[in-house]
């Protein structure tokens, strides 16, 4: 991809971060409940600026969540959009709500409105996670995935989708529903088996990777195996981060290709323009880029172009930056 500086065109990688957990409070210095450094909200985005992100979209988990990344949406346009929808982790908020009904109507409503103002591509997140079953139990968990799969035949957006440990009954709720979702979606931090990612994408949805789907020998096999035009990049910040334990680390330290990133420091000697050890950042999505496409073989460039025209058609993105 190219841009024109002073009548000049250059190179530049330019990457869509389709899962950026913007609202979350250690964006404002926040950890645990207590403030631990100054808010670095705008230097976070600056820096993913800097190091070529031109897209994210911001995870909406909860009503008040989704509602947040709306706001931020409205406030940073053609650079921030928002997902709306209920995390299978937080299920049980919905199911002890003194009226659920409403919660979920308050939610389709919010899609809706986002969707006719633009700021919201995506219904999600939503989905299954039985590995995390002490948010909320699984039964409650596929109850509110079937109800909000009913919401989404009605938005007619592409599917944010979360899929961990539950490949059987996430595909048996997901799979009777497809003719009534043509836009499908992407299943997002994939940590999943190779047929699980294959019938995935037998089924029409994309995968999304980052530093979680990077972490062992068998995750990087997986990576290896999608195709490239299901392929979508991420970060999951302020989670999911390259670790110096993970199997992908070795990919960073043997190729220079990724551009560099500002040095980070602990929470507690934090200086403002400094990154925060532990807390991953869209910045970084430059390192999930450059270990895709050395476990895929081809240029960082290549890959850039591709993950960004799958999401640019999924989405809709304006491509007018």
């Known amino acids: 991809m190219a841009t024109e500086t002073n009548g000049v065109l250059q190179n530049m990688r330019q990457y869509i971060d389709i899962g950026a957990n913007l609202t979350d409070p250690m964006f404002r210095g926040f950890y645990h409940g207590k403030q631990s450094h100054a808010d670095d909200f705008d230097e976070v985005v600056k820096r993913a600026i800097q190091q070529g992100v031109r897209k994210m979209l911001v995870t909406g988990s909860n009503l008040t969540e989704s509602e947040s990344a709306m706001q931020l949406a409205r406030l940073h346009q053609k650079l921030l959009y928002a997902t709306v929808g209920v995390h299978p982790c937080h299920s049980l908020e919905v199911e002890n709500n003194l009226d659920p009904a409403k919660y979920l109507q308050d939610l389709e409503d919010l899609a809706l409105k986002g969707k006719r103002e633009g700021t919201v591509m995506a219904f999600g997140e939503i989905g299954l996670d039985y590995a995390r079953l002490h948010y909320a139990p699984a039964d409650i968990q596929r109850k509110y995935f079937i109800k909000q799969l009913d919401i989404a035949e009605r938005l007619d957006l592409p599917l944010f989708l979360h899929s961990r440990d539950c490949a059987v009954d996430f595909e048996a709720i997901l799979v009777p529903r497809l003719p009534k979702l043509p836009k499908r979606g992407v299943v997002h931090s994939f940590t999943g088996t190779i047929e699980e990612m294959q019938s995935l994408v037998a089924l029409g949805f994309s995968i999304g990777v980052n530093g979680c789907s990077l972490k062992t020998e068998e995750n990087l096999e997986v990576v290896k195996a999608i195709p490239l035009d299901k392929i979508m990049l991420e970060t999951d910040a302020p989670w999911c981060e390259i670790r110096p334990s993970h199997a992908s680390s070795k990919f960073l330290k043997a190729n220079n290709e990724h551009d560099e990133l500002p040095p980070s420091v602990k929470k507690e000697k934090f200086v403002m323009g400094t ?20 476990l895929k073989g081809v240029t960082l460039e290549d890959l850039c172009e591709t993950a960004w025209k799958n999401c640019v058609t999924m989405f809709g993105f304006d491509e007018e930056l």
Do not use: N
């Open 275 to 294: 990154m925060v050890r532990g807390r991953c950042e869209p910045c970084t999505i430059s390192q999930v880029a450059s270990v895709v496409a050395a």
